[in-house]
């Protein structure tokens, strides 16, 4: 079934860690998307991409990086993680046929930084 | 860049009742307008979206209404369900999605 994935599902980590969260997408879409969300909150872009070898940074990715070297694989790393990290990170891709298509999102990654 | 407000923050509503939530956004080239719902622990989940060039849509007990020229759009849900309490998104899009800041429903049985 076509869907967006995310790996791990949960991560507890100490801080200083460099953590990389997963997403792959089967869903044959070019645009790929991270944002940060606490539970049932605002969700903040932190970087998005068009397409392969496409990265722009959203509005908190100061301390974040991304990579978009396949179409369906959309990887978010963290350099030095602290505890202000600690949220749910969902990862969200969209059609490229038209502009005006839905964001489907992934069931997220429930980071902990202690 | 495009700023979306939403209103009201929390809502409750006996089972049965109707919901209205409502936005505004500020980008007139703003060209597309989802509407999600999150459950707890859950993933966002699109439940209606509408189009620049429409100004109505209704599915079922949801329906969305969009002013251009007002630049609001808002949520109507009507007969309301326990399992309709959930947080809900709305968010105006060009090439990149903003999202409104929540609205908390909750349904009393």
């Given at each position: 079934e076509a869907d967006i994935y995310q790996t791990p599902r949960y991560l507890v980590i100490g801080t200083g860690k460099k953590i990389t969260l997963e997403c792959s997408q089967t869903m044959g879409h070019d645009k790929m998307y991270w944002y940060q969300q606490d539970p049932g909150m605002e969700l903040h872009l932190i970087h998005y991409s068009y397409g392969v070898n496409s990265t722009e940074k959203g509005?908190?990715?100061?301390e974040s990086t991304v990579s978009r070297i396949r179409t369906e694989h959309f990887p978010l790393t963290l350099e030095s993680a602290r505890p202000s990290h600690t949220s749910q990170y969902l990862c969200a891709s969209s059609g490229?046929?038209?502009?005006?298509s839905p964001l489907h999102f992934g069931n997220g990654t429930r980071l902990t930084v202690t | 860049g495009e700023n979306v407000e939403q209103h009201p923050s929390t809502l409750s509503v006996q089972e049965g009742d109707s919901a209205v939530i409502k936005c505004t956004y500020s980008d007139s080239a703003s060209n597309y307008f989802p509407w999600y719902k999150q459950e707890l622990g859950k993933r966002p989940q699109l439940i209606i979206d509408i189009r620049s060039n429409v100004g109505e849509k209704k599915d079922q007990r949801i329906a969305v209404t969009l002013n251009k020229t007002a630049k609001h759009f808002s949520l109507h849900i009507t007969e309301t369900q326990p399992e309709d309490s959930a947080v809900y998104f709305c968010a105006a899009s060009i090439n990149q999605f903003y999202f409104g800041t929540g609205t908390s429903l909750t349904v009393i049985p």
């Open positions: 509005d908190l990715s100061s490229s046929k038209r502009s005006n | -």
